[in-house]
């Protein structure tokens, strides 16, 4: 669903691949060692492809490096796809998610990562964004902060 088996189709070459065990010779052994993480590699960009899925309201979105490029009057001269390639999960289960990796940073085991200026784990130049993707442009992933506490998921 999120990808992870797939390349990701940014616009580089080069792009590497993720290794996992072929399912048809998966055994008893082979199912032991998976459970810990054992034979699976995902590249970095795949990784963050999955992960901006998980906060981008559900939706998989092929990366890209550069946004758009203009020619010296200002026309476009490419502008990268914007399109989602496919929803993984479903809204509410991101909204949960977003709560949930906030709560982290706000009040538990990540709570050292939280800013003062912001009020978030976000950078204070460039308050609630990523540098990868998001909806309205596939270079930065949008954080939604929400105002309830994981208290309220219980």
Known sequence: AFGLMDSTGIDLPGEGSN??????????????TASFGQRFTVTPISLIT???????????YTPHVVQSITDSDGNAVYTASTEA????????TSETCDEILEGVVNSYTGKNAYRAVTESPERPERPRRWWTMS???PLWVP???TTRRLSSLR
């Open 50 to 60: 999955a992960i901006n899925a998980v906060v981008n309201g559900g939706y998989l």
């Open 135 to 137: 909806i309205s442009s």
């Open 143 to 145: 954080l939604r902060r």
């Open 19 to 32: 290794d996992f065990w072929d399912f048809n010779s998966f055994g008893i052994t082979e199912l032991a």
């Open 85 to 92: 390639v496919r929803q993984v999960i479903s809204e509410q």
